[in-house]
């Protein structure tokens, strides 16, 4: 097995975590298996694309960044497991979405994609290999086709032990005849129509409660999930918002922030010059506390940005580096509350989405594009 860092570190991973979309910022390492493939169908190994993260970047002399390459070839499908992958187990607390979880990711992706800003950078997404795959095996790209995506559970890792399920608009007759030709074996012991997968590197039920929702699950409470998802859900983002997410723990997932912080919530909104607007807060000990972790966040952010950083995001970290007033970008303390807010202007979401490309060694983005 390889070993995979589930981040993009710093200031390109937390401003996608702020899109709702990755949640893996500053994670332990995790183990990610490739596909299996046999050995007369083994690919051709080349190194990984190298990543610099913002800390490094500070004392990396300026050099052209190397050219993204394209994704990896896809290995074909097979019917039988044949290396070992995460088994996720969903634990023991409630599986209704709306009762309370150490996680919940809810992003509306149909209007991410109305979005100029949050179009862009669902289609980062929809290029990943393990995306592709899952359109293959499924005929569904969340990023492309789905409505809204929600994931909930303990793990703020994604997929991870947790429930992800995304809204589509594809025919559920085409969904169905995907699975069947993906060769997934079935799920005896999982509702109605449930198969064993390894999407995105997890093991996991995959079934589809309603014809439009599409569930990927720890096979462990699969059935008590799918009956939940039958009703009505409302994946829990607000009108006027891109994504919504939430950690009731908010350093599991970005090792800058203290464990004294706790219920944290990000939300992102279009912004009216077709950028996007962050803002997030957090729950201090007391105000003392408050204060100081709001200071320390500043000082942090100021020794991050540097001329590198700078031209590298555009400024997009400098709002971050003072205190700011209510209503207004800046991290500050309100009692024992932390908040933070920055604006992300177009041409600064587009560098932004620029560095994630060429980190996750995707092809470069149109110049043509809108």
């Given at each position: 097995?390889t070993?995979?860092?589930?981040?993009?570190d710093?200031?390109?991973?937390?401003?996608?975590?702020?899109?709702?979309?990755?949640?893996?910022c500053?994670?332990?390492?995790?183990?990610v298996?490739?596909?299996?493939?046999?050995p007369?169908?083994?690919?051709?190994?080349?190194?990984?694309?190298?990543?610099?993260?913002?800390?490094?970047a500070?004392?990396?002399?300026?050099?052209?960044?190397?050219?993204?390459?394209?994704?990896?070839?896809?290995p074909?499908?097979?019917?039988?497991?044949?290396?070992?992958?995460?088994?996720?187990?969903?634990?023991?607390?409630?599986?209704?979405?709306?009762?309370p979880?150490?996680?919940?990711?809810a992003?509306?992706?149909k209007?991410?994609?109305?979005?100029?800003?949050?179009?862009k950078?669902?289609?980062?997404?929809?290029?990943?290999p393990?995306?592709?795959?899952?359109?293959q095996?499924?005929?569904?790209?969340?990023?492309?086709?789905?409505?809204?995506?929600?994931?909930?559970?303990?793990?703020?890792?994604?997929?991870?032990?947790?429930v992800?399920?995304?809204?589509?608009?594809?025919?559920a007759?085409?969904?169905?005849?995907?699975?069947?030709?993906?060769g997934?074996?079935?799920?005896e012991?999982?509702?109605?129509?449930?198969?064993?997968?390894e999407?995105?590197?997890?093991?996991?039920?995959?079934?589809?409660?309603?014809?439009?929702?599409?569930?990927?699950?720890?096979?462990?409470?699969?059935?008590?999930?799918?009956v939940?998802?039958?009703r009505?859900?409302?994946?829990?983002?607000?009108?006027?918002?891109?994504?919504?997410?939430?950690?009731?723990e908010?350093?599991?997932?970005?090792?800058?922030?203290?464990?004294?912080?706790?219920?944290a919530?990000?939300?992102?909104?279009?912004?009216?010059d077709?950028?996007?607007?962050?803002?997030a807060?957090?729950?201090?000990?007391?105000?003392a506390?408050?204060?100081?972790?709001?200071?320390?966040?500043?000082?942090?952010?100021?020794?991050m940005?540097?001329?590198?950083?700078?031209v590298a995001t555009r400024?997009?970290?400098?709002?971050?580096?003072?205190e700011?007033?209510?209503?207004?970008?800046?991290?500050?303390?309100?009692?024992?509350?932390?908040r933070a807010?920055?604006?992300?202007?177009?041409?600064?979401?587009?560098s932004?989405?620029?560095?994630v490309?060429?980190?996750?060694?995707?092809?470069?983005?149109?110049?043509?594009?809108?």
């Amino acid at each position: 097995m390889t070993r995979a860092r589930g981040s993009l570190d710093a200031f390109a991973c937390v401003f996608v975590l702020a899109n709702g979309l990755v949640v893996a910022c500053g994670a332990p390492e995790r183990d990610v298996v490739p596909s299996p493939v046999t050995p007369a169908e083994e690919p051709v190994r080349t190194a990984p694309p190298p990543v610099m993260s913002a800390a490094s970047a500070e004392n990396a002399p300026d050099a052209a960044a190397p050219a993204p390459s394209a994704p990896p070839a896809l290995p074909p499908r097979r019917r039988e497991e044949k290396h070992e992958a995460r088994t996720t187990s969903f634990g023991p607390g409630p599986v209704e979405p709306s009762a309370p979880h150490a996680f919940k990711l809810a992003a509306n992706l149909k209007a991410a994609r109305a979005s100029p800003s949050g179009k862009k950078t669902l289609e980062i997404f929809s290029l990943l290999p393990e995306t592709i795959l899952t359109k293959q095996r499924t005929a569904v790209d969340p990023f492309a086709d789905g409505e809204w995506l929600l994931v909930y559970g303990e793990d703020v890792d994604v997929p991870g032990n947790n429930v992800n399920a995304v809204r589509h608009g594809r025919p559920a007759v085409e969904v169905s005849g995907a699975i069947a030709k993906a060769g997934f074996l079935p799920l005896e012991e999982g509702p109605k129509g449930a198969v064993r997968t390894e999407l995105f590197d997890v093991r996991d039920a995959l079934f589809s409660p309603t014809p439009s929702l599409l569930v990927m699950a720890p096979r462990d409470r699969a059935k008590e999930i799918s009956v939940a998802l039958v009703r009505p859900v409302d994946p829990g983002f607000k009108s006027g918002e891109l994504a919504r997410v939430f950690f009731k723990e908010p350093w599991r997932a970005t090792s800058i922030l203290p464990k004294s912080l706790s219920d944290a919530l990000v939300v992102v909104r279009p912004a009216s010059d077709d950028g996007l607007d962050v803002s997030a807060e957090a729950t201090c000990p007391d105000e003392a506390a408050c204060k100081e972790i709001a200071e320390g966040l500043r000082q942090r952010a100021a020794r991050m940005n540097s001329l590198m950083v700078r031209v590298a995001t555009r400024g997009l970290l400098i709002p971050l580096t003072v205190e700011g007033k209510p209503g207004g970008e800046g991290i500050r303390a309100e009692g024992t509350k932390l908040r933070a807010s920055v604006h992300a202007a177009p041409d600064q979401v587009q560098s932004i989405l620029n560095f994630v490309r060429a980190a996750l060694g995707l092809p470069a983005a149109d110049p043509g594009s809108p």
